[in-house]
């Protein structure tokens, strides 16, 4: 594009519509996009949802915002049974990790190369990194690649915190996999964009991507902003996807761990698992547990935020950078979490939220603070400014926008070139 003002038409290739905004991935991506379709023309092209009702809603969405989709007639196989552990083994004989396998479909090719015959595209926007399998061998125009983790890293943490000796040795391998994948994907896609600079830098160095740029992820601060509520010490707080891996591990050394010390030492506090999705085990499992209550799905999480004294985050699994960090501090909600809970955010421990490593020293830490609330309730407060400061969405959208007008500037020259 010759001129940086006339409106852009971009393809985004995804998994399924990202509505409603229930998960940190669906939130990051509306947040973004929803902006930019009041100025130029967006295409979605990906799965339909496992929930068809979903689906419906989300298409309707997006229709009364300008955003043109376009569903794969494919749904995505589950993620449980004897076909899901025979899909896992066929995966053996493939170079492709599991999920890039799975969603490397010759149908979204087909899709992919039939809208690109039929229409003229300025950008194609990858929104996840398994999906620039499809774009990469395509000469469809220049396209960029939305890293919201270093995947690699993930199954190496999950690699390093699982403990049945046949399931470390399956994730090692898929964690290599993806190594290889990451490497070939950051190092030959015109463009990348991460979610924080820890993760510019770890694509940089580790697989030879010279061509990244960083947009944070954020939050609506004033749809976050603290609304006065008393909040009491002793409510904890857990807020995840629940059908994540590393939320789920995160819970379960919360249970097994955390939760059982705090009770020890301050039989007053009460933990509250707040997020979509979780599995029937779960449900059991809390049952069974003192002082415990999981909410699933619930449509507004703010009222937990304003009323919980601290929120917790355990992860010893992850990626990316936690967008319920920055709603818990815009919330002015403090947060104790562990240095992988909290990377690729431009907080300080001990200024804006409180680090811990171990169980037992998140354990301590809790019931420290709430018995005496008064020091880390200063650190949310510091943390909100920093929300409001750095990672606004507005800004955040504006930076994305710049990203694709600059790409899209290569189109004259990008074809037949990947």
Same mark, same amino acid.
């Given at each position: 594009?010759?001129?940086?003002?006339?409106? /852009?038409?971009?393809?985004?290739?995804?998994?399924?519509?990202?509505?409603?905004?229930?998960?940190? !991935?669906?939130?990051?991506?509306?947040?973004?996009?929803?902006?930019?379709?009041?100025?130029?023309?967006?295409?979605?092209?990906?799965?339909?949802?496992?929930?068809?009702?979903?689906?419906?809603?989300?298409?309707?969405?997006?229709?009364?915002?300008?955003?043109?989709?376009?569903?794969?007639?494919?749904?995505?196989?589950?993620?449980?049974?004897?076909?899901?552990?025979?899909?896992?083994?066929?995966?053996?004989?493939?170079?492709?990790?599991?999920?890039?396998?799975?969603?490397?479909?010759?149908?979204?090719?087909?899709?992919?190369?039939?809208?690109?015959?039929?229409?003229?595209?300025?950008?194609?926007?990858?929104?996840?990194?398994?999906?620039?399998?499809?774009?990469?061998?395509?000469?469809?125009?220049?396209?960029?690649? /939305?890293?919201?983790?270093?995947?690699?890293?993930?199954?190496?943490?999950?690699?390093?915190?699982?403990?049945?000796?046949?399931?470390?040795?399956?994730?090692?391998?898929?964690?290599?996999?993806?190594?290889?994948?990451?490497?070939? /994907?950051?190092?030959?896609?015109?463009?990348?964009?991460?979610?924080?600079?820890?993760?510019?830098?770890?694509?940089?160095?580790?697989?030879?991507?010279?061509?990244?740029?960083?947009?944070?992820?954020?939050?609506?601060?004033?749809?976050?902003?603290?609304?006065?509520?008393?909040?009491?010490?002793?409510?904890?707080?857990?807020?995840?996807?629940?059908?994540?891996?590393?939320?789920?591990?995160?819970?379960?050394?919360?249970?097994?761990?955390?939760?059982?010390?705090?009770?020890?030492?301050?039989?007053?506090?009460?933990?509250?698992?707040?997020?979509?999705?979780?599995?029937?085990?779960?449900?059991?499992?809390?049952?069974?547990?003192?002082?415990?209550?999981?909410?699933?799905?619930? =449509?507004?999480?703010?009222?937990?935020?304003?009323?919980?004294?601290?929120?917790?985050?355990?992860?010893?699994?992850?990626?990316?950078?936690?967008? !319920?960090?920055?709603?818990?501090?815009?919330?002015?909600?403090?947060?104790?979490?562990?240095?992988?809970?909290?990377?690729?955010?431009?907080?300080?421990?001990?200024?804006?939220?409180?680090?811990?490593?171990?169980?037992?020293? /998140?354990?301590?830490?809790?019931?420290?603070?709430?018995?005496? =609330?008064?020091?880390?309730?200063?650190?949310?407060?510091?943390?909100?400014?920093?929300?409001?400061?750095?990672?606004?969405?507005?800004?955040?959208?504006?930076?994305?926008?710049?990203?694709?007008? !600059?790409?899209?500037?290569? !189109?004259?020259?990008?074809?037949?070139?990947?």
């Amino acid at each position: 594009m010759d001129n940086v003002e006339k409106p /852009m038409h971009v393809v985004i290739v995804d998994e399924e519509l990202p509505y409603p905004p229930n998960s940190g !991935k669906r939130i990051r991506t509306l947040n973004l996009i929803l902006p930019l379709a009041r100025r130029h023309q967006i295409t979605y092209l990906c799965y339909p949802s496992a929930d068809a009702e979903e689906t419906r809603q989300a298409v309707a969405f997006f229709r009364q915002r300008g955003i043109e989709t376009i569903l794969v007639n494919r749904t995505l196989p589950g993620k449980s049974g004897p076909a899901f552990y025979g899909r896992l083994l066929w995966n053996l004989c493939s170079p492709l990790p599991y999920s890039v396998q799975l969603h490397n479909s010759a149908a979204l090719r087909r899709a992919i190369h039939n809208y690109a015959a039929a229409h003229d595209v300025d950008l194609w926007h990858c929104e996840w990194t398994p999906y620039g399998e499809s774009l990469r061998s395509l000469a469809c125009g220049p396209w960029i690649v /939305m890293a919201h983790n270093v995947e690699s890293l993930i199954w190496q943490r999950y690699c390093e915190n699982e403990a049945n000796p046949l399931k470390r040795w399956y994730i090692k391998r898929q964690w290599r996999k993806f190594e290889r994948f990451e490497r070939r /994907m950051f190092s030959t896609a015109p463009l990348t964009v991460a979610v924080s600079e820890s993760d510019s830098r770890l694509i940089r160095e580790q697989f030879g991507a010279d061509r990244v740029e960083v947009v944070d992820n954020g939050v609506d601060v004033a749809y976050f902003q603290p609304n006065g509520a008393v909040r009491d010490p002793s409510h904890l707080l857990f807020l995840g996807s629940l059908d994540w891996r590393p939320n789920l591990d995160a819970v379960e050394l919360l249970l097994n761990s955390v939760f059982p010390r705090v009770l020890a030492l301050q039989p007053s506090a009460r933990l509250s698992l707040v997020g979509r999705k979780p599995p029937a085990w779960l449900f059991e499992r809390v049952r069974a547990c003192r002082g415990v209550e999981l909410h699933a799905d619930v =449509p507004d999480v703010r009222p937990f935020l304003h009323e919980c004294g601290l929120m917790v985050v355990p992860l010893r699994i992850g990626g990316g950078s936690r967008l !319920k960090i920055l709603e818990a501090l815009a919330a002015e909600c403090p947060v104790v979490s562990t240095r992988i809970g909290a990377e690729g955010l431009r907080l300080t421990p001990g200024r804006h939220f409180v680090q811990t490593e171990t169980a037992d020293e /998140m354990a301590v830490a809790l019931v420290e603070h709430i018995r005496n =609330p008064s020091p880390i309730r200063q650190m949310a407060q510091a943390g909100r400014q920093v929300t409001v400061d750095q990672y606004d969405w507005p800004s955040l959208s504006a930076k994305l926008e710049a990203i694709w007008m !600059k790409q899209a500037q290569t !189109k004259s020259g990008s074809r037949g070139t990947h």
